[in-house]
């Protein structure tokens, strides 16, 4: 009798169970699936149990799991870091500590701090940046350079396309200028990847890059992850672009 209870409605489906919301006065239909998302995401409970400042800490830990990005000792740069989530990951993963930080993050968002992590409130596009992330890199180079910068989405699909590809592209220059040998690049990407342009660049400087989709990216989001590994060297590719040209 108990197990046919149970199987005829006596237990709700995890359907049943998810949190809904009524689109209360003055929040739009939108924001409302937002937050009906953000209270039925396992990742952002999971977040919140495990101390990390947004789900997208997963994002990172699950494309280290699979492509082995950090050691420790390792430099590393978080571009676009607000609200911290992929610092606080790679703080843990390299060993950063407040008396010998390893990671630099830099978003023109203000961030509470995070141990082991030098942070600067500045806009990453602006000329003067790249500058001040190898200054408080103390000069050395970095052994991972990631991004999960985005900018705001206008609606209108190819003009987002090129604004994302555009800050690939600049977080991809830096990271050539900066990475040791051997270095990572990892960044976020949407609408089925980048440009060819772009992807050819990183081919150049990059023994391998690929596209990835960790588990935590929602199946529903357009969003992707590119990562390259094994940089060559900004100046042997330089001269072998030179002697391209030739």
């Given amino acids: ?32 699936k937002w937050l009906q998302r953000q209270l039925n995401d396992p990742y952002v409970a999971r977040a919140r149990s495990e101390g990390y400042r947004s789900r997208a800490a997963f994002k990172i830990k699950e494309i280290d799991e699979k492509q082995k990005l950090f050691k420790k000792g390792m430099r590393v740069v978080d571009l676009g870091a607000a609200p911290g989530g992929w610092s606080q990951v790679a703080a843990k993963a390299v060993g950063s500590t407040a008396e010998h930080p390893l990671i630099v993050g830099i978003d023109y ?4 701090p ?11 596009t602006e000329d003067d940046a790249p500058d001040m992330l190898f200054k408080a ?3 050395h180079k970095a052994d991972v350079v990631m991004s999960d910068m985005a ?14 590809v555009h800050l690939i592209e600049i977080a991809a220059d830096f990271a050539i200028q900066v ?4 270095g990572a690049f990892v960044a976020k990407v949407f609408q089925g990847g980048t440009e060819h342009e772009l992807l050819h660049m990183l081919k150049r400087h990059f023994r391998t890059t690929m596209h990835v989709k960790p ?30 040209d030739a």
């Fill in 109 to 112: 968002l203000e961030m509470d």
């Fill in 151 to 164: 900018w705001p989405t206008t609606g209108h699909r190819p003009t987002d396309h090129l604004r994302i």
């Fill in 114 to 124: 995070i141990p082991g992590v030098i942070l600067l409130q500045k806009d990453f």
């Fill in 179 to 182: 990475l040791n040998p051997g």
């Fill in 137 to 139: 890199l103390g000069g």
């Fill in 1 to 32: 009798m108990v197990d046919k209870a149970l199987g005829t409605g006596g237990r709700k489906s995890d359907r049943d169970l998810k949190i809904r919301l009524k689109t209360a006065k003055g929040r739009t239909t939108s924001s409302t």
């Fill in 215 to 244: 588990p935590s990216s929602r199946s529903e989001s357009a969003e992707a992850y590119l990562v390259a590994k094994g940089f060559k060297g900004a100046e042997p590719a330089r001269a072998a672009e030179d002697d391209s």
